[in-house]
């Protein structure tokens, strides 16, 4: 396996991830080094930062794939992007091992690691989930699942077998935290759209079900406004199970907690988030849910104490929450953190490597939440002060067309929206995304034409 030194007059400071807390982090420290003074390197399996909030509208077809993700090249210019999956750590030895599509793993020497490798979906062992379900963590998972309820519609059109027609337009998401309820309303929302272009369906013909374990969902607003979204979701004809299990979707037949069972083609699964594993193949210490831990200033901590050139911050580490607000002291695995952890993170970095002991405390109080449920829908709570409806979609568009990074996505966010607004929502499925060969393969097999004997003058 190659090993890739890096020069040693110049410190490696390398960022595992370049999502949302490894992009601002790598920007705040590009911004601050000296001219020379270290070598930046971010590892992504993609080469983009994928803006996760926006993914739902993605789904529903409010925002253009690609403008809901920003470029890491041309956003951290003076960085070293490697497009690849970080396999390994070995922080005693100081490299990490690196997968690349097609190539030969080689590893990475470094002087200062961050991790900033975000979470993967927390999945339970339910007989046919890993099979038939798919996440919402991932742009091509936003892009597949507008394309694949767009389709089911399409398709249901022409069908005549009623249970195969029930089959295509049935959609349950398991799930009813923030991500799960704002994937589910923008679906639902997208498919009544899209069902209004058909003679030969209604919106009665739609069945969208929401699956929860809870008493109630989304646990970052309060009781009332928690009970607003489940009655506003009922209006919608949507049917909300809550305190209610998934227990089995083998062959796509659903079987829930309360008996109830019956055949869906998609099912959505949003119930939660867990530390990234890569974090597992390292010698870095970790909580007993995975997550490397760290002090309130961001270095990693052992039970020895502090890990010499170790950081982490965001979904995949257990921040202590000094608001005194998160779960179990911590700070809960969402944006609004990791956004600011980053500079702190960066700052603390750059004390260390000076030779200075004074570290910056993270230290932040929840902004409260805002969440988009479809055009015109939304809820939000901030402190004290409650939104639903028109209000709360608007802020929900207003604060993440601020939040998403880089002025150049804003400009093609809002610019989306503003297009939608005008001419309306494009419910048009793709087809065939995951086979763009099967055209030309066709092509090329198809039987000649026959010969015919040239005409006789
Ligand atoms: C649908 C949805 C809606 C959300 N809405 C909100 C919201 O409204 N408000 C809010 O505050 N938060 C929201 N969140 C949560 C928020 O997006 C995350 O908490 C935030 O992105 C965490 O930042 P991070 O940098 O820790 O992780 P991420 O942004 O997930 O970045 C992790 C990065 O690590 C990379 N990576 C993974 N494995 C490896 C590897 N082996 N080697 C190298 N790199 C790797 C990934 O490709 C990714 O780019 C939402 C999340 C989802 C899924």
């Not at 034409?449 to 040239?454: I, M, N, S, T």
């Amino acid at each position: 396996m190659a090993l890739i030194r890096n020069n040693a007059l110049r410190p490696r400071i390398l960022i595992v991830g370049g999502g949302y807390l490894g992009l601002v982090v790598a920007q705040n420290l590009l911004s601050d080094l000296g001219r020379g003074e270290a070598t930046v390197t971010v590892v992504d399996p993609n080469p983009y930062m994928t803006y996760q909030p926006f993914l739902p509208e993605v789904a529903g077809g409010n925002i253009e794939a690609r403008h809901a993700v920003v470029p890491l090249r041309r956003n951290l210019r003076g960085a070293e992007v490697i497009t690849g999956s970080v396999a390994s750590i070995n922080h005693e030895k100081k490299f990490v091992v690196i997968e690349q599509d097609g190539d030969e793993p080689f590893e990475l020497d470094y002087d200062q690691i961050v991790l900033a490798a975000g979470s993967v979906p927390r999945t339970l062992p339910i007989p046919g989930l890993a099979e038939e379900a798919i996440g919402l963590k991932r742009i091509e998972e936003a892009v597949a699942l507008r394309d694949h309820v767009l389709g089911r519609i399409a398709e249901a059109s022409l069908m005549e077998d009623d249970a195969e027609r029930r089959k295509a337009l049935t959609y349950v998401f398991v799930g009813g935290g923030f991500a799960g309820i704002e994937s589910l309303a923008e679906l639902e929302d997208l498919a009544r759209a899209a069902v209004a272009q058909y003679d030969t369906l209604t919106e009665a013909d739609l069945r969208f079900v929401l699956v929860e374990a809870m008493g109630r969902v989304m646990p970052e607003v309060g009781e009332a406004q928690a009970r607003w979204v489940v009655d506003h979701l009922r209006e919608r004809g949507i049917d909300v199970y809550l305190e209610t299990f998934l227990q089995d979707c083998t062959d796509k037949h659903i079987k829930l907690s309360n008996g109830e069972e019956f055949d869906a083609d998609t099912i959505v699964w949003n119930a939660g988030v867990k530390a990234n594993p890569v974090l597992v193949d390292s010698d870095l210490p970790l909580d007993e849910r995975g997550r490397v831990t760290v002090r309130a200033d961001l270095r990693v901590e052992s039970e020895e104490g502090v890990v010499e050139g170790a950081w982490a911050a965001g979904d995949n580490a257990a921040v202590p929450d000094l608001s005194g607000e998160g779960p179990g002291g911590f700070c809960v695995p969402n944006a609004q953190h990791a956004v600011r952890q980053a500079p702190v993170l960066a700052k603390n970095l750059l004390a260390a490597m000076r030779g200075e002991s004074e570290f910056t405390q993270y230290f932040h109080k929840s902004l409260g939440a805002v969440a988009g449920m479809g055009l015109y829908k939304g809820v939000s709570q901030m402190g004290s002060f409650e939104a639903r409806g028109v209000l709360a979609w608007l802020m929900h568009r207003g604060y993440h067309g601020y939040a998403i990074p880089t002025l150049d996505r804003k400009v093609r966010v809002f610019a989306n929206w503003g297009l939608n607004l005008v001419l309306g929502r494009d419910v048009t499925p793709l087809k065939d995304l995951d086979v763009p060969r099967k055209a030309f393969v066709e092509a090329a097999h198809s039987k000649p034409a026959p010969k015919k004997e040239p005409a006789k003058a």
